[in-house]
């Protein structure tokens, strides 16, 4: 795992080798070596040693217990908990949200993963009468609405069973997914196809499709996606409305993936 190296911008070669270390330790499955982060970086061990006890100065390195190898140190976990990823996104994404409302004269969410549920952590609208359900910081089911099924694209069997268990799951509506394997099967399609759709199966008459927002790595950091009243919302107007949450989605994804821009 070489440092990246941008060929237009300056860069603080140190610096990029000690994040170089964060993300080598924070990926490994096992305490990393100093030999192991001597030879991702390409330094000899005394370098990787200053480097690596820095870190650990500072709290982003620790060492287990009679080890001289690394793992991730309590400053990580201070600094993950402490800071609101939520709000970040909101910052992130608010712009392409009120885009997507306007673009399609409806309204947009954006919503982040909360226990069992989809939490709505902004949202803009449309200029319709007829209001659409689902305020910012409303908790929605994840089975059962397309914001809540975009967020478990990823599910597979062993996971919905850890997160539902193993019974039926409540029915709110007469379309409402009740089985894991339903569920099962329809995470499976919207990995395929990249989106979440919801026939009135949290609320009847209302009609949503949301897509996943993923980081780098693939993993689903939150949702965005439109409702709509089914007498609005027409079946035959998802292959259009998706194509422009899937663009959506995608430019947040670009925007939250800064480490692939050049500037």
């Not at 929605?140 to 997160?163: F, I, M, N, W």
């Given at each position: ?6 060929p237009?911008?300056?860069?603080i ?8 270390i ?8 096992q ?6 982060l ?9 370098s ?25 140190g ?10 609101d990823?939520s ?22 969410h ?16 449309a ?6 359900a ?15 099924k ?6 597979d ?10 019974g ?7 379309n409402t ?7 099962l ?5 919207i ?6 759709t ?7 008459g ?8 993923r ?18 919302f ?12 899937l ?17």
């Amino acid at each position: 795992m070489a440092p990246k190296k941008s060929p237009l911008v300056p860069f603080i070669q140190s610096l990029d080798r000690g994040l170089t270390i964060i993300q080598m330790v924070a990926l490994s499955k096992q305490p990393v070596t100093l030999s192991e982060l001597a030879e991702a970086l390409e330094v000899d061990r005394s370098s990787a040693f200053r480097l690596a006890h820095t870190l650990r100065r500072r709290g982003f390195l620790s060492c287990p217990p009679g080890r001289k190898d690394y793992i991730l140190g309590p400053s990580m976990w201070t600094l993950s908990h402490q800071y609101d990823w939520s709000n970040m996104l909101v910052r992130v994404a608010h712009k392409e949200l009120k885009t997507l409302a306007n673009d399609l004269n409806e309204t947009a969410h954006l919503a982040v993963r909360e226990g069992k549920s989809a939490l709505f952590i902004d949202s803009a609208h449309a200029n319709h009468v007829i209001a659409v359900a689902g305020q910012t910081g409303e908790l929605v089911p994840l089975y059962c609405t397309a914001h809540g099924k975009a967020l478990l694209a990823d599910a597979d069997e062993r996971e919905l069973k850890s997160q539902f268990g193993q019974g039926a799951l409540t029915r709110h509506t007469k379309n409402t997914i009740t089985s894991l394997k339903s569920l099962l099967e329809e995470c499976h399609e919207i990995k395929t196809r990249g989106y979440a759709t919801d026939e009135g199966e949290y609320a009847a008459g209302m009609r949503c499709i949301a897509a996943p927002i993923r980081l780098e790595d693939g993993s689903i950091v939150g949702s965005i996606g439109i409702s709509a009243p089914d007498s609005r919302f027409l079946k035959e107007q998802y292959p259009s409305y998706s194509k422009k949450v899937l663009r959506v989605a995608a430019g947040i994804a670009a925007l939250l993936n800064t480490s692939e821009q050049s500037e």
